[in-house]
């Protein structure tokens, strides 16, 4: 048997307050991802002339959150810029694509969220971008920055930071086990949200 994309690959642990946690962490992440999209129109045309008329470079290096997200691609400034001008748009608006699809999933479910296969690379970006985010708020905005030892000792934001690789790995492993077992987790072990 081979694993098909709506097989269950991994679970989320929403309880006790953890899919409300992430939820608003998400809420936080997307509001900041759409401060660097220019006005959204349903004319393709009026859309693309949109991107092309707007430059968010500016807004993004004045988050040092999404400035973690959105490393120079190039030494130098005038290369990094560029790159930044026509780039940034397309991927904030796939990282907010991600995080809508792990909002959903976490709406849905009672307690265990149950994540596909054809899922899994949308919260396995959420998850890690997640932990880029907020990882600038303990080291700072530069890519190779690392935490002060005073912020490691605080916890916090560090451990919650901790908590997202946690759970990135145990998803990237869990996936991996389902795929070479050629098996996925037993879908009756999740209650979806009773909206009655």
């Known amino acids: 048997m081979t694993v098909a994309d709506d097989d269950i690959?991994?679970?989320?642990?929403?309880?006790?307050?953890?899919?409300d946690?992430?939820?608003a962490?998400?809420?936080?992440?997307?509001?900041?991802?759409?401060?660097?999209?220019?006005?959204?129109?349903d004319d393709p045309f009026q859309q693309i002339v949109a991107d092309l008329g707007d430059d968010p470079t500016e807004r993004m290096r004045g988050d040092q959150r999404l400035s973690r997200l959105f490393p120079p691609a190039l030494r130098d400034k005038e290369g990094s810029d560029e790159f930044w001008r026509d780039s940034i748009h397309s991927q904030a608006r796939?990282?907010?694509?991600?995080?809508?699809?792990?909002?959903?999933?976490i709406v849905a479910w009672e307690g265990l969220v149950p994540v596909t296969l054809d899922r899994a690379d949308?919260?396995?970006?959420?998850?890690?971008?997640?932990?880029?985010?907020?990882?600038s708020e303990v080291a700072g905005p530069d890519r190779?920055?690392?935490?002060?030892?005073?912020?490691?000792?605080?916890?916090?934001?560090?451990d919650l930071i901790e908590w997202l690789g946690f759970l990135l790995e145990d998803l990237m492993e869990s996936r991996q086990a389902c795929l070479r077992l050629e098996t996925s987790l037993d879908p009756d072990e999740f209650d979806p949200v009773d909206r009655s």
Do not use: C, N, T
Not at 25 to 41: D, F, G, T
Not at 122 to 135: E, M, P, S
């Open 144 to 158: 190779l920055a690392e935490p002060a030892p005073e912020a490691l000792e605080a916890g916090g934001l560090y």
């Open 9 to 19: 690959v991994w679970a989320f642990d929403g309880r006790d307050g953890r899919a």
């Open 94 to 105: 796939a990282r907010v694509a991600s995080a809508r699809v792990v909002a959903r999933d």
């Open 21 to 23: 946690g992430l939820g």
């Open 25 to 41: 962490m998400l809420r936080i992440y997307v509001e900041s991802l759409e401060a660097l999209l220019p006005q959204e129109s």
């Open 122 to 135: 949308d919260w396995a970006k959420v998850l890690g971008a997640l932990r880029l985010y907020w990882y």
